[in-house]
């Protein structure tokens, strides 16, 4: 395991067995200011994110990878309820992290909405150290579940900014499999990587950006 990798212990299984559906939150705490987010996505204080109960760790982004969050989803709760639910899983006993994740979530309808702030390091798993990755992951299992062109242009449009922004010399998005032994990001969102075509998404929506 990489020196700087996250010590947890969470299952093998990408969130095998997280059902938020189920879990049930009181008041949501408050949520950071966020800065610098690209056009259209939805801020942490949209959902009533609860602040980090630990110190980020600092990161400079270098490169995007898509995640899935794993577990089947079909809108209900919705999706501010949703990402409240993830991030207390994230941040309870299964996984003690410091906060949600991922930088940016993918709901059904392709709304993209803020995560942890991209300039700290995310926490997809133990299985690598993720340091340098903007991690962008859909709501739902991929496995299953398939992406809607809105999904996929929103989050290429998503990653063609970040990569503007924080002008990244790797403009190739990864998968979470790419990088470790995991099903994650589904089979049906990973061959738009293989096949190419989130690619060429990510390419048009760079040519537009000014």
């Not at 919705?78 to 003690?96: D, K, T």
């Not at 990587?193 to 990510?202: I, W």
């Amino acid at each position: 395991m990489p020196a700087n990798a996250p010590i947890f212990s969470p299952k093998p299984a990408w969130l095998g067995t997280f059902s938020p559906s189920s879990i049930n939150l009181g008041a949501p705490g408050a949520a950071p200011a966020d800065a610098g987010l690209p056009p259209n996505v939805r801020s942490r204080e949209a959902w009533a994110a609860a602040a980090p109960v630990q110190p980020y760790v600092p990161q400079t982004p270098k490169g995007v990878s898509l995640h899935h969050t794993g577990a089947p989803w079909y809108g209900k709760p919705g999706p501010e309820q949703y990402l409240r639910n993830i991030q207390a899983f994230h941040v309870g006993a299964e996984r003690e992290w410091e906060d949600i994740a991922y930088h940016f979530l993918v709901d059904l309808d392709g709304v993209i909405w803020a995560g942890r702030p991209a300039t700290v390091r995310g926490n997809p798993s133990i299985y690598y150290d993720p340091t340098g990755l903007v991690l962008i992951s859909f709501l739902g299992d991929f496995m299953s579940q398939q992406p809607t062109e809105t999904q996929l242009n929103n989050s290429a449009a998503t990653a063609a900014w970040l990569m503007k922004k924080y002008s990244m010399t790797n403009t190739t998005v990864t998968g979470h499999r790419d990088h470790a032994p995991t099903s994650c990001p589904g089979d049906n969102l990973y061959v738009t990587l293989k096949d190419g075509s989130f690619q060429n998404r990510v390419k048009d929506a760079l040519s537009k950006l000014v």
